[in-house]
């Protein structure tokens, strides 16, 4: 997310407070960047637009409370990607008061071409709103929610969904190299093979079920391979008991 602001918002002033370093490609101009090893190191009280909480769940009990102490009043925009910590959670940790945007991006946001899902809690005001729509979409699209409990659905569907496409990109390179490919070749038509789908879908109007029946001739190879992946709802009930999974354990961390 960093990168992505500092290569497309040449105004944004940034302080990244993370114990190890970040290695920042060469090709960024730092010099709008300022990196603190600790919460201690942040001029006190904290002056900023924005307050972006990109941190593991479990710490969040932890650095909130700091945080608090450190913030003018009114607060600024928190916008919070810890899968699971409600907004509820966060205030009380932060102030009833404090204006929060739940998010949650997914890794092609590094590339720009990120989908970000978001709740605003009712004490986000307008422009605050509008500044973590400009954030978010610097990284890609931004669907906002009206409900909070589905951010949930969307950290199964598409937070955690890149992991999805990545093991079946590895699973057919380790088969396409069991039927006779070079490990390389068959790297490169997995890693190919998906990249192109995924520009057909960004691209073509089509739904997914009419792009899958283009493929698909009556009697062909791709029909023998679908009907074992789809005999008996096999892969459906497989993806729903995965992305199921991924409900259950953002709520655990949640609390």
């Known amino acids: 997310m960093a990168q992505g602001w500092l290569n497309t918002m040449p105004q944004v002033v940034l302080t990244v407070v993370d114990p190890a370093a970040p290695a920042w490609p060469p090709s960024l101009a730092l010099s709008s960047l300022k990196h603190c090893s600790a919460l201690s190191q942040v001029p006190r009280p904290l002056v900023a637009d924005a307050v972006v909480l990109a941190i593991k769940p479990q710490q969040m009990a932890e650095v909130a409370p700091h945080l608090q102490d450190m913030l003018p009043t009114p607060c600024p925009l928190i916008l919070s990607i810890a899968a699971g910590i409600t907004t509820t959670r966060l205030q009380g940790w932060m102030g009833e008061k404090s204006p929060i945007v739940r998010a949650m991006p997914n890794l092609p946001a590094s590339v720009g071409a990120g989908i970000s899902g978001a709740y605003a809690h009712a004490c986000v005001t307008p422009p605050q709103r509008a500044l973590a729509e400009q954030l978010l979409g610097v990284l890609g ?17 598409s937070g955690s969904g890149p992991a999805y496409f990545f093991l079946l990109a590895e699973v057919m390179a380790e088969v396409g190299q069991a ?77």
């Open 141 to 157: 699209l931004v669907l906002w929610q009206d409900d909070e409990m589905l951010l949930e659905a969307v950290t199964a569907v």
């Open 179 to 255: 039927l006779g490919l070079s490990a390389e070749q068959a790297r490169t038509l997995a890693r190919h093979t998906l990249v192109g789908a995924g520009a057909l879908l960004r691209h073509d109007d089509r739904s997914v079920q009419a792009l899958r029946q283009a493929v698909t001739s009556p009697g062909g190879t791709t029909e023998a391979a679908l009907k074992v992946l789809m005999q008996h709802d096999q892969l459906k009930n497989l993806m729903h008991q995965a992305m199921q999974a991924c409900v259950e354990r953002a709520r655990a961390l949640g609390g």
